[in-house]
């Protein structure tokens, strides 16, 4: 089947590719195969500097990766340069950072000597989303191929001109023949990929169902995998919270990316004693939202990626208004000028009084649709952030300080982030718990996710 690459914001088809035939992807794989057992053998300085030449790459270009990024998936244009700057700087620190690491950790024992040695796996599978075309990749691929493990790419379908760029951006950095290749084709390639004798190791950053999927053909072959999954975020306020300040980061929190951020802030959990208030400031500030074409600077809000993440998320709202939640703002397909698009635009939606059974509730929304809860306790609080099969990240305002200990113990997530939204940044680990997923990305957890921790013991 052809993979297209489609502007969400317009509808029309940008560009075609064929998917690999058999023969294609047994030559990528083998490839990958070949390249370990050189690339492996270059030092920590080598990959180090054909690192931050693909950092350097990376921030030359950013403007044209944008917009690559912005006409296939529909990001803002200013987000997308932003991305691709987020991109260079995690090539930079695992450049700089990889050695450290990963250098030989001494251990007193009754040997005469003990000590744990880091080493690559071999041949990586990374099945990516689109929602961050650039950035998922990069925070996978900095760290695999500092250590001398090599990648395959099998990106989103719908974000083919992506992947092509990256392998292209590791090719001119100077990494050698297939030490990254990106494989142009759909999920069904997964499968007969994880159970090749050749490929290590896989991580997948996508639905819970798609997770799944991998993590049960990867059981199978004993094959190891960090999942990075879905998530339906809390976003608490109190009452000794800086107000204006929560105020305005929900907006942000929620909308950004156009909604689709497995972190981003879904559920917002509000105090009582500030609920009414933050309820109208905050629908007005939804209200505010600029909609329209990412490719224009001043747009905060574009499209979503595909009309099946438009049509999935209508059904949402839908189903939770039909169970008796209320549209406090949006709710619809958006119109301009009132005429529906031919891009797929969904209006920035409020939504109150939600019932336990409905999505809203449940499930993750994945579009900038807000749920807003009322809570009349900081127990209430905890227990309505907990209560979903999720554990990505969470953000609690407060500026008391036993509220703040409460939160850091027993939120049940990846992440708290106090007076702050969730974001990643290389320093810090990233992931989730419950069925957000397992493992790590990022700082020295996500570097050694794929590698043998042997033990050496010496007499
Ligand atoms: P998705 O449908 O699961 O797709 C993600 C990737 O998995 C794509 O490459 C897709 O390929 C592939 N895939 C889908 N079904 C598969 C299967 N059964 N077996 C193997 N591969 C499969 O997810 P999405 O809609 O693109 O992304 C949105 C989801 O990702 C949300 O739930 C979001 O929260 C989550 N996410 C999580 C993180 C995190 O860091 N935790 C970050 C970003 C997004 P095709 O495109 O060819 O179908």
Redesign the pocket.
């Known amino acids: 089947m052809p993979i297209s690459s489609i502007n969400p914001a317009t509808g029309e088809v940008l560009q075609t590719f064929d998917s690999l035939n058999e023969h294609q992807l047994e030559e990528k794989i083998a490839r990958a195969a070949e390249a370990f057992h050189e690339h492996r053998r270059t030092s920590f300085a080598e990959r180090a500097e054909r690192m931050m030449r693909a950092a350097e790459i990376l921030e030359s270009e950013k403007k044209s990766f944008a917009r690559t990024m912005t006409l296939e998936m529909g990001k803002p244009i200013n987000a997308a340069v932003q991305e691709a700057e987020k991109c260079a700087w995690v090539c930079r620190y695992y450049a700089e950072n990889a050695e450290r690491h990963l250098g030989d950790e001494i251990v007193e024992t009754n040997a005469t000597k003990s000590f744990v040695r880091y080493q690559p796996l071999g041949v990586v599978l990374a ?6 075309p650039f950035w ?1 990749v990069f925070r996978f691929a900095a760290p695999a191929l500092m250590v001398g493990n090599v990648g395959l790419l ?5 974000v083919p001109q992506c992947a092509l760029a990256i392998e292209d951006i590791f090719h001119r950095a100077g990494f050698m023949e297939g030490a990254f290749q990106t494989l142009l084709a ?2 069904d390639v ?1 499968e007969k990929i994880l159970e090749d004798p050749r490929v290590a190791a896989a991580t ?4 819970e ?2 997770g799944r ?2 993590a049960s053909i990867a059981g199978k072959q004993i094959k190891k995998t960090v999942l ?4 339906s975020d809390p976003f608490i306020v109190m009452p000794s919270a800086n107000f204006e300040e929560a105020v305005s980061t929900a907006v942000k929190a929620r909308t950004i990316n156009n909604g689709q951020s ?1 972190i981003a802030a879904k559920r917002f959990i509000i105090h009582d004693g500030i609920y009414d208030r933050f309820e109208k400031e905050f629908v007005d500030a939804m209200k505010r939202l600029r909609v329209g074409n990412p490719i224009e600077e001043s747009t905060d809000v574009g499209p979503l990626a595909t009309e099946r993440i438009l049509k999935d998320l209508e059904d949402q709202v839908k189903v939770s208004v039909a169970a008796g939640a209320k549209i406090l703002t949006g709710g619809q397909r958006m119109k301009f000028d009132g005429e529906l698009s031919r891009g797929h635009f969904y209006e920035p939606t409020v939504l109150a009084d939600i019932p336990k059974d409905s999505p809203a509730f449940r499930d ?1 929304l ?1 579009g900038p649709v807000a749920s807003l809860f009322r809570v009349s306790s900081l127990d209430e609080a905890i227990e309505l952030a907990n209560v979903t099969t999720f554990g ?1 990240g969470s953000a609690a305002w407060t500026n008391d300080e036993s509220e703040r200990d409460r939160f850091i113990n027993e939120l049940e997530a990846g992440s708290v982030f106090i007076n702050g939204m969730v974001a990643s940044d290389p320093r810090l680990p990233f992931g ?1 718990v419950k069925h ?2 397992y493992g790590r990305e990022l700082a020295e957890f996500g570097i050694r996710e794929f590698m043998n921790i042997k033990t050496v013991w010496m007499k």
Do not use: I, R
């Open positions: 099945v990516m989303p689109w929602n961050f998922h099998k990106h989103a379908s719908n759909g999920s997964v997948l950053t996508g639905s169902p798609a999927s991998v990075e999954l879905g998530g497995c993750e994945f990505l989730g957000s997923g």
